[in-house]
């Protein structure tokens, strides 16, 4: 499969644990970007990530989420101390890329519910 | 602030119908033009992209753009049932930015 790989696809956490969400890029696209998603809500833009290198990070709270993208290994989104409203659909894009006229090609998502 | 305004709908369409569906943006920078299509529980799927004035024609679909009113729209031609679904609009500035997506239009096909 070519696509976009996102696990784990559904996450259950108590609040004041960790969540870490795992993306693997198209093959062939070093440029990743992750977005969040809430009920009827729109995409909402979380960071862009090239390989070892945050580009954008200004969609991410300043607290307790991170994000990473390795030399090797998959990009991670991390949650630490998560709350209730941290509850929602995380979506990885990669782009070939990483220009804004470059379309994004998603992943299945990660549902993450903190109860 | 760059924004994307979309109607929420739901958008009614009988079978075989035309659906309309309509996007503003608020950025004069935008250069590239995204529709996507959402399936409840699913990831966004690429329909359409354009980047310049005038229409784009892919199937079923046309995406249209016209950037002095600063609004893109896509048509669906001979609706389906299985076109049911969100449209979620996005619009890039064509630098290393992420894609700003509108709301999305909850679209309905009426058998």
Known sequence: NAGV?????????????????????MKGH???YWYRQLPEEGLKFMVYLQKENIIDESGMPKERFSAEFPKE????????????????????????????????????????TVT | Q?????????????????????????DRGSQSFFWYRQYSGKSP?????IYSNGDKED?????QLNKASQYVSLLIRDSQPSDSAT?????????ADGLTFGKGTHLIIQP
């Open chain 1, 5 to 25: 790989m996102q696990n784990p696809r559904h996450l259950v956490r108590r609040r004041g644990q960790e969540a870490r969400l795992r993306c693997s890029p």
């Open chain 1, 30 to 32: 070093s440029h990743v």
């Open chain 1, 73 to 112: 290994g998959p990009s991670i989104l991390r949650i630490q101390q998560v709350v209730r409203g941290d509850s929602a659909a995380y979506f990885c894009a990669s782009s070939p890329t990483g220009q804004g006229n470059s379309p994004l090609h998603f992943g299945n998502g990660t549902r993450l």
């Open chain 2, 2 to 26: 760059k924004e994307v305004e979309q109607n929420s709908g739901p958008l009614s369409v009988p079978e075989g119908a035309i659906a309309s569906l309509n996007c503003t943006y608020s």
């Open chain 2, 45 to 49: 799927e690429l329909i359409m992209f």
């Open chain 2, 59 to 63: 199937g079923r679909f046309t995406a």
């Open chain 2, 87 to 95: 449209y979620l609009c996005a619009v890039g500035r064509g630098g």
